[in-house]
């Protein structure tokens, strides 16, 4: 795998070969089971969703942010998408994040990946700071506000 680690245990790349695929296969290892995974993406593929279905009995809770924009586009993978998750959230999202806690563990990675795979040079960070997951996850609660709940049926 091309996800680097400090010594102190941060996650990093920069390559072609991590995509936000590798990203949520990395951050479930390190959790086991994950209690709560929020990802957000500007836009998801349906083979991203197929890799959320293939692990969700290792996924109590998972909430997806997606752009407004990109979901109308593309409906059927949204419902789809919306289908297989706990909860989606719709907004004028580019962000592009994936956190995951289990085993007492948290870990949040800030990258340039969307849920797709394209193969670009791609980068990212991979940290493990509670203080800093904390006023991460206060930031993900104000989106929110910004945010329409997708109900799945349209």
């Given at each position: 795998m091309k996800i680097d680690e400090t010594p102190g245990g941060t996650g990093y790349y920069l390559n072609q070969q991590v995509q936000s695929h590798t990203v949520f296969d990395y951050l479930l290892e390190k959790v086991g089971r994950a209690d709560k995974m929020i990802i957000g993406s500007f836009a998801i593929t349906e083979a991203y969703v197929r890799r959320i279905i293939r692990n969700r009995d290792r996924i109590v809770d998972i909430t997806l942010f997606l752009d407004f924009t990109i979901a109308s586009r593309n409906p059927r993978t949204t419902i789809y998408a919306a289908h297989n998750v706990n909860r989606l959230f719709l907004a004028?999202?580019?962000?592009?994040?994936?956190?995951?806690?289990?085993?007492?563990?948290?870990?949040?990675?800030?990258?340039?990946?969307?849920?797709?795979?394209?193969?670009?040079?791609?980068?990212?960070?991979?940290?493990?700071?509670?203080?800093l997951i904390i006023e991460f996850l206060r930031k993900v609660e104000e989106m929110k506000n910004d945010c329409v709940l997708y109900d799945g049926t349209k």
């Open positions: 004028n999202n580019h962000s592009k994040f994936i956190y995951a806690s289990g085993s007492g563990m948290e870990y949040l990675a800030v990258m340039s990946n969307n849920a797709t795979n394209n193969h670009r040079y791609e980068s990212g960070v991979i940290l493990s700071d509670p203080d």
